[in-house]
């Protein structure tokens, strides 16, 4: 069973969730049904696209808005069931990043692919370390209203999710997901 423990990073301006892959098995209060809204910019990481330093080999990002009701809401992708990667499994909007473009570049062009729009501002918000490589930068933004027509990828969904722990949502996913909700800005991953 995976275990979840929170933990200080060098400087204590962070903190890391430690996870591992046979299971989420989080206490439940480690982590709250619904996440909280809006986020607050001092919990992000800083620079969309800081200089220097390595760069991850894909780019994903958090959607997130308040429902007509004012409950939290997540906009998730549904995988088809033929992906290669998490089948049938819901994951945040993303993907590789090419060679040329920096991860801020990636999200722009991997949102307008799937979903035929691209958010607002984003904000770096949580670094995937997947058995100790840098896997991923999980940007966070608002999601588009119900004003916005949303025309997604062939053979993807779009799903409306308002629990960061649904079991659908893929193991990686729901990590990041985890600790972002919990205002953590590093998911690691055994």
């Known amino acids: 069973r995976a275990r979840a423990h929170g933990m200080a990073v060098v400087g204590g301006a962070a903190r890391a969730v430690i996870l591992t892959l046979a299971g989420l098995g989080l206490h439940p209060a480690l982590l709250r049904r619904t996440f909280p809204l809006p986020r607050s910019p001092a919990r992000m990481l800083g620079p969309a696209d800081p200089p220097g330093g390595p760069l991850p080999p894909y780019s994903c990002v958090i959607l997130s808005r308040r429902g007509e009701d004012g409950a939290p809401q997540l906009l998730l992708e549904k995988r088809p069931h033929t992906s290669k990667v998490a089948p049938g499994k819901l994951t945040c909007f993303g993907g590789k990043r090419e060679p040329h473009e920096s991860p801020l570049e990636a999200i722009r062009r991997e949102c307008l ?78």
Not at 144 to 167: Q, R
């Open 113 to 190: 692919e799937e979903l035929g729009w691209t958010p607002g501002p984003l904000e770096r918000a949580v670094d995937l370390h997947v058995g100790g490589a840098l896997t991923a930068w999980f940007y966070a933004a608002e999601a588009p209203g119900d004003d916005v027509k949303l025309v997604f990828e062939e053979g993807v969904e779009g799903v409306w999710v308002s629990a960061v722990d649904d079991p659908r949502i893929s193991p990686w996913h729901r990590a990041v997901l985890a600790a972002w909700a919990r205002g953590e800005n590093m998911a690691l991953v055994d």
